[in-house]
């Protein structure tokens, strides 16, 4: 059974820095692109950040981040851990939101870029 | 960026109708385009993907069609359990984007 369990929410201050984590299970962490997707409070959907898995046809640990967050955010991996990160650096109150992390499905080895499993989210809040 | 657009934002349905949600993308994404449901408190859950294959899980009321910039998610004859926010989502270029949602709830 996939499991994705996301850890390090909190509260941080305006500017302060945060590190997510997400721990996999029951499924080869390694082969599959994985992805940050983010939830303000009482509103969509937004796609945060994604990795490429180590699978065919991609390059391994190629990163894609959304304009909001790049040159604040990094997403790595380490796959001999089963564990997704996202380092969350200059953060501001429009970071504020549930952060999930997602797996990618993965069919034939390639990476398809849409969300196969998701965890239950880590909230996040930026306030003083 | 490819930007989505879905409607109703809400549709207030009675159970057992059926009922049609509308995901309209800027630019033409193929059938890479995949739906979500989210039911409060949840976290969302793949529904369908490739804009017709519907996901682990989900039963055959639910369909998906449409290709290039116009898909379609109908829920036929509703059950209690489907009230909640359904999502569109383009995977067929960078940046990834997500529809606004359509909340289906209980007339």
């Known amino acids: 059974e996939v499991q994705l369990l996301e850890s390090g929410g909190g509260l941080v201050q305006p500017g302060g820095s945060l590190r997510l984590s997400c721990a996999a299970s029951g499924f080869s962490f390694s082969l599959y692109a994985m992805n940050w997707v983010r939830q303000a409070p009482g509103k969509g959907l937004e796609w945060v950040s994604s990795i490429s898995g180590s699978a065919l046809g991609g390059s391994v640990n190629n990163a894609h981040y959304a304009d909001s967050v790049r040159g604040r955010f990094t997403i790595s991996r380490d796959n001999s851990k089963n564990t997704l990160y996202l380092q969350m650096d200059s953060l501001g109150a429009e970071d504020t939101a549930v952060y999930y992390c997602a797996k990618d499905p993965g069919f034939g080895g390639y990476d398809y870029w849409f969300f196969h499993y998701w965890g239950q989210g880590a909230l996040v809040t930026v306030s003083s | 960026e490819v930007v989505m657009t879905q409607s109703p934002a809400t549709l207030s349905v009675s159970p057992g109708e059926n009922n049609t949600l509308s995901c309209r993308a800027s630019?033409?994404?193929?059938?890479?385009l995949a739906w979500y449901q989210q039911i409060p408190g949840q976290a969302p859950r793949l529904l369908i993907y490739?804009?017709?294959t519907r996901a682990t899980g989900f039963p055959a009321r639910f369909s998906g069609s449409g290709s290039g910039t116009e898909f379609t998610l109908t829920i036929s004859s509703l059950q209690s359990e489907d009230f909640a926010v359904y999502y569109c989502?383009?995977?067929?270029?960078?940046?990834?984007?997500f529809g606004g949602g359509t909340r289906v709830e209980i007339k």
């Open positions: 989502q383009q995977y067929n270029n960078w940046p990834l984007t």
């Open positions: 630019q033409s994404v193929s059938r890479n």
């Open positions: 490739g804009a017709s």
